[in-house]
């Protein structure tokens, strides 16, 4: 969690995945409408517009709980987002994008994810860094926020990692 700068919050979370290498986990990170597959609490990640994987397409993700909703006693209603792919490298293995509406109260938000392989080749790991931006949010504290993402990409990692690992099993890829 880097912090309050120029008015705006910006922070950072990374996971590790060991035993996998970058290029095996691309496919996976990459996937713009499949993010409902990784991330936790999230329910529904489902094309709006536009082709996945290419920059423009929108998503919408809904179901999702924050650190605010469990801190809550009120009645909640559903979380959503709709949220567009601004940058894609495939390449590099990095892509940014936005919120353009939703109900969390998130203005302003960009993310940048980064997969970044490890240094050495012969290690078989690699490295999601979620880098994030956004004004802050009323009724939020910027920990609430990283925690939000911080604990998503865990998760995330760890599904991609034990869904990768029983592919590898099942096909007897070494």
């Known amino acids: 969690m880097e912090g309050i700068e120029e008015g705006k919050w ?71 987002t709709k949220q567009k792919l601004l940058f894609i490298d495939p390449t590099h293995r990095i892509f940014s994008y936005s919120i353009v509406d939703g109900n969390v109260g998130f203005h302003s938000y960009v993310s940048t994810l980064k997969l970044l392989p490890n240094p050495d080749p012969e290690i078989s790991a690699c490295l999601i860094e979620w880098l994030y931006e956004v004004d802050p949010v009323p009724g939020w504290q910027l920990q609430h926020l990283h925690s939000f993402i911080h604990t998503g990409l865990q998760v995330m990692a760890q599904r991609m990692h034990a869904a990768l690992k029983t592919m590898e099993q099942a096909l007897h890829i070494t």
């Open 10 to 80: 910006k922070g950072k979370a990374s996971a590790e995945i060991k035993g996998v290498k970058a290029e095996r986990v691309w496919p996976l990170l990459e996937d713009f409408f499949g993010l409902d597959k990784w991330f936790p609490t999230l329910s529904t990640c489902i094309p709006v517009e536009g082709i996945s994987g290419q920059a423009g397409c929108v998503r919408f993700c809904a179901g999702f709980k924050t650190p605010v909703d469990v801190d809550s006693d009120a009645n909640q209603t559903l979380n959503w």
